[in-house]
């Protein structure tokens, strides 16, 4: 299939720290890629995007890294939050293709 | 309402059975997107319509599955026959552009379907 039907990683950090996730893409000429957050019983909601033309973007307590030679995206949360506690997607799309969503990852906020 | 609505929210149904899933984009979004999403796990492609163009169906699992979409209007995604692996909350997402732009991809809250 396009995404991995696997049981979700996770990720646990301290309130305060800082927390890395990472996502793996598959199609190496995938031109545009986003984070997304999804809280329990909700649809994702954006975070942060980026294209094959950078390798890093910053947002707001976000930094997304992008790998283009291993194909490997990174989300960086600076000083997490309880609030940030969630599972974190990445996706990716070919120019006017469908999204492909990759691993989520489950992160966990310890207070 | 402003968002994407989708319905029912909750959908119990014996095995066997067919079921219609309904999605209504914000007005105005020319691309449609359908997502399955089983218990605790990542988001599966199911199929992608974009204004008048033919519907990228690639990601629907078997024929059992099927989907329409009138213009830019309301999308019904229909699941003939249901298994018990069809269990798992549907996903719809609409957008203005044709060309992906996450900050314009808006997701409904989706539709949690259980057979049984």
């Known amino acids: 299939g396009e995404s991995v039907g696997l049981h979700l990683p996770t990720l646990s950090v301290q309130e305060g720290d800082n927390s890395i996730i990472n996502c793996a893409y598959s199609?190496?000429?995938?031109?545009?890629f986003i984070w997304y957050k999804q809280e329990s019983g909700k649809g994702p909601q954006f975070i942060i995007d980026?294209?094959?033309?950078?390798d890093k973007r910053q947002g707001q307590r976000v930094t997304v890294l992008l790998n283009k030679t291993v194909k490997h995206l990174s989300l960086q949360i600076a000083a997490t939050q309880p609030g940030d506690s969630a599972v974190y997607f990445c996706?990716?799309?070919?120019?006017?293709?469908?999204?492909?969503f990759g691993q989520g990852t489950r992160l966990t906020i310890n207070p | 309402g402003a968002g994407v609505s989708q319905s029912p929210s909750n959908k119990v149904t014996e095995k066997g059975k067919d079921v219609e899933l309904r999605c209504d984009p914000i007005?105005?979004?020319?691309?449609l997107y359908w997502y399955r999403q089983r218990l605790g796990q990542g988001l599966e492609f199911l199929i992608y319509?974009?204004?008048?163009?033919?519907?990228?169906k690639s990601g629907l699992p078997s024929d059992r599955f099927s989907a329409e979409r009138t213009g830019e209007s309301v999308s019904t995604l229909t699941i003939q026959r249901t298994q018990q692996e069809d269990s798992a909350v549907y996903l719809c997402?609409?957008?203005?552009?044709?060309?992906?732009?996450?900050?314009?991809?808006?997701f409904g809250e989706g539709s949690w379907l259980t057979v049984v």
């Open positions: 997402a609409s957008s203005p552009h044709a060309i992906p732009s996450g900050n314009t991809i808006y």
């Open positions: 199609n190496s000429a995938s031109d545009y």
């Open positions: 980026i294209r094959s033309n950078m």
């Open positions: 996706a990716e799309a070919q120019g006017a293709q469908k999204l492909v």
């Open positions: 007005s105005g979004h020319t691309a």
């Open positions: 319509f974009q204004g008048n163009s033919a519907p990228d």
